[in-house]
C-alpha cells in the first residue's frame, strides 16, 4: 500500500504563497488520484484540490479556486500544491490521500493518508 508523507507547511503573513509536497512510497503515484484536504482545530476537514492519476482530471474546493494549484511529477513520485494569495482562513493541517478517482473531493473516496503538515496564516 502507497504511504503519503506531506512537506513544505510552515507559518507565513497574509499574501504569501507556499507549496506544499506529497512524496510517495510503497508505489507509484501513477496509479493513484491525489487528494489534498485540510482540517483547521474545531471544524471538520475540507477538501482542498485533487488530481487523477490517469486523465488529468483537476478538481478544486470553492474557497480555495483561483488561488491553489495542485500538480504531479510522477517521476519524483510527488504531487504538489501551490497555494498563493493566503488567508488567515486557510491556517489548517493539511493532508494528502491518495484514491483511486478524482471525481469529488470527499474523505471517503480517499485513503493512505498522510500524517500532515501545519500551515499558517498570521500577520
Known amino acids: 500500500q502507497v504511504r503519503l508523507v506531506e512537506s513544505g507547511g510552515g507559518l507565513v503573513q497574509p499574501g504569501d504563497s507556499l507549496r506544499l509536497s506529497c512524496e510517495a512510497s510503497?508505489?507509484?503515484?501513477?496509479?493513484?488520484?491525489i487528494g489534498w484536504f485540510r482540517q483547521a482545530p474545531g471544524q471538520e476537514r475540507e477538501g482542498v484540490a485533487c488530481?487523477?492519476?490517469?486523465?488529468?482530471?483537476?478538481n478544486y474546493g470553492d474557497t480555495v479556486k483561483g488561488r491553489f494549484t495542485i500538480s504531479r511529477d510522477n517521476t519524483k513520485n510527488s504531487v504538489y500544491l501551490q497555494m498563493n494569495s493566503l488567508e488567515p482562513e486557510d491556517t489548517a493541517v493539511y493532508y494528502c490521500?491518495?484514491?483511486?478517482?478524482?471525481?469529488?473531493?470527499?474523505?471517503?473516496?480517499?485513503?493512505?493518508w498522510g500524517q500532515g503538515t501545519q500551515v499558517s496564516v498570521s500577520s
Open positions: 490521500a491518495a484514491g483511486r478517482w478524482c471525481i469529488a473531493i470527499i474523505s471517503d473516496l480517499f485513503g493512505s
Open positions: 510503497g508505489g507509484s503515484l501513477d496509479d493513484y488520484a
Open positions: 488530481i487523477s492519476g490517469s486523465d488529468g482530471t483537476i
